[in-house]
């Protein structure tokens, strides 16, 4: 996507600490007021003038009722992915859910009966653990493969081997939460043709899909040879457009067989989702491009500010800058095992963070840092850190 801000200024502007304080949100409300708090995925900046419109007309109005997600959540969803990624979707095909945890708990209980295995591959959003065991199954793991470089990749040999023992379901994270990668299409076609021997379904979390930063392409999953049939898609501008607390998602299928997986979804799941949301929702996906394309030139901007603070001033820990998201996967083993480093950053840094156990396993001494901040906040973020270490 070309970036053309016009009118909107880049980078993004983002509110004074003071300002940004006085919010509500989980992010603001959770840590003392000495602590700088960059763990929970969302962003601190304004709402996309677009969304902000939207919700003021519906609030001047006094449009506050029952969401109707159908005709405009699916022309929505189909128009942005058709302009973004070249992928064309039957608006018909797309049914509105509360968020994409719910829709993923959902789909898990459509496609799963209690006991079967479901297959995450960490490190992974910690959720994904807690969708498993919300919906009584076994859990599996196929973990990442960290290559020498420090990059990570779906391991499809673990893949392999996971699927042998018979899940019925595998939930990927793409692009991947909290490492960053964007999975190519090669990659994503072994998934797939993986799920088809094994016929296991495949539940796609593309919730960051519109945050591909500079140097890397997005493929959804249900673009690649073989995926209609075994998989879906789940979607949502929350992330991109910080409309968490709104509740809408979006649920996406390319076939008969996986439609025929929607139709024993909850009747009234309809009527879980937050009528802002979809209205905020609907407004960003149609009218919000040229915001998000400043947003993506801000967040490459942060995420060099970040690899040059971390460089100059945290020689102990060591990263590869994402491919997408705002969050950074940052090792921190050098300086403790567990959710030590994490521990240390906040106790005497006064900085939270998201400790990498909370990610499964290979998320040992590593700890994720949210760098959709301003540039100010995560300098002094940075240098808290720095100051916290022996």
């Given at each position: 996507?070309?970036?053309?801000?016009?009118?909107?200024?880049v980078?993004?502007?983002?509110?004074d600490i003071?300002?940004?304080r006085?919010?509500r949100?989980?992010?603001?409300r959770?840590?003392?007021?000495?602590?700088l708090?960059?763990?929970v995925?969302?962003?601190?900046?304004g709402?996309?003038?677009v969304v902000r419109?939207?919700?003021?007309?519906?609030?001047?109005?006094?449009?506050?009722?029952?969401a109707?997600?159908?005709?405009?959540?699916?022309?929505a969803?189909?128009?942005?992915?058709?302009?973004?990624?070249g992928?064309?979707?039957d608006?018909d095909?797309?049914a509105?859910?509360?968020?994409?945890?719910?829709?993923?708990?959902?789909?898990?209980?459509?496609?799963?009966?209690?006991?079967?295995?479901?297959v995450?591959?960490?490190?992974?959003?910690p959720p994904f653990?807690?969708?498993?065991?919300?919906?009584g199954?076994r859990?599996?793991?196929?973990?990442?493969?960290?290559?020498?470089?420090?990059?990570?990749?779906?391991?499809?040999d673990?893949?392999?081997?996971?699927?042998?023992?018979?899940?019925?379901?595998?939930?990927?994270?793409?692009?991947?939460n909290p490492?960053g990668r964007?999975?190519?299409?090669?990659?994503?076609?072994a998934?797939?043709?993986?799920?088809?021997?094994?016929?296991?379904?495949?539940?796609?979390?593309?919730?960051?899909?519109?945050l591909v930063?500079?140097?890397?392409?997005?493929t959804p999953?249900?673009?690649?040879?073989?995926?209609?049939?075994?998989?879906?898609?789940?979607?949502?501008?929350?992330?991109?457009?910080?409309?968490?607390?709104?509740?809408?998602?979006?649920?996406?299928?390319?076939s008969?067989r996986?439609?025929?997986?929607?139709?024993?979804?909850?009747?009234?799941?309809?009527w879980?989702v937050?009528?802002?949301?979809?209205l905020?929702?609907?407004?960003?996906?149609?009218d919000g491009?040229?915001?998000?394309a400043?947003?993506?030139?801000?967040?490459d901007?942060?995420?060099?500010?970040?690899?040059?603070?971390?460089?100059?001033?945290?020689p102990?820990?060591?990263?590869?800058?994402?491919?997408?998201t705002?969050?950074?996967?940052?090792?921190?083993?050098?300086?403790g095992?567990?959710?030590?480093?994490?521990?240390?950053?906040?106790?005497?840094?006064?900085?939270?963070?998201?400790?990498?156990?909370?990610f499964?396993?290979?998320?040992?001494?590593?700890v994720?840092?949210?760098?959709?901040?301003s540039a100010?906040?995560l300098?002094?973020?940075?240098a808290?850190m720095?100051?916290?270490?022996?």
């Open positions: 996507m070309a970036v053309n801000p016009g009118e909107i200024a980078p993004l502007p983002v509110d003071e300002t940004l006085r919010r949100s989980a992010k603001w959770t840590y003392d007021d000495d602590v708090p960059l763990p995925a969302e962003t601190d900046f709402l996309a003038p419109d939207a919700l003021a007309e519906a609030v001047a109005r006094s449009d506050t009722g029952y109707m997600t159908a005709p405009a959540l699916g022309e969803v189909a128009g942005f992915a058709d302009r973004h990624w992928w064309r979707i608006p095909a797309v509105g859910l509360t968020d994409v945890g719910v829709a993923a708990v959902e789909v898990l209980r459509a496609v799963c009966d209690p006991g079967d295995a479901v995450v591959s960490p490190p992974v959003y653990f807690h969708w498993v065991e919300e919906v199954c859990l599996v793991e196929a973990p990442l493969r960290q290559d020498r470089d420090e990059t990570w990749a779906l391991d499809l673990a893949l392999e081997s996971a699927f042998r023992q018979r899940p019925r379901a595998y939930v990927l994270c793409s692009p991947h490492v964007v999975h190519d299409p090669d990659e994503l076609a998934v797939a043709r993986l799920a088809a021997e094994h016929d296991v379904t495949v539940i796609a979390d593309e919730i960051h899909a519109p930063l500079s140097g890397a392409t997005f999953f249900l673009t690649v040879p073989g995926s209609a049939d075994v998989g879906i898609s789940l979607l949502s501008a929350s992330k991109a457009f910080n409309l968490a607390g709104l509740k809408c998602a979006a649920v996406v299928t390319a008969d996986m439609r025929a997986v929607m139709r024993r979804l909850p009747p009234d799941g309809r879980r937050g009528h802002f949301g979809v905020a929702t609907v407004a960003a996906l149609t491009d040229e915001w998000l400043a947003l993506v030139e801000t967040l901007g942060r995420r060099e500010q970040l690899g040059a603070l971390v460089r100059e001033q945290l102990a820990v060591s990263w590869s800058p994402p491919e997408a705002f969050l950074a996967w940052l090792d921190c083993r050098a300086i095992p567990g959710a030590g480093p994490r521990d240390l950053f906040l106790a005497k840094g006064r900085v939270a963070l998201e400790p990498g156990t909370s499964g396993s290979p998320g040992d001494g590593w994720r840092l949210n760098f959709g901040t100010v906040i300098s002094e973020a940075v808290r720095a100051t916290a270490l022996p």
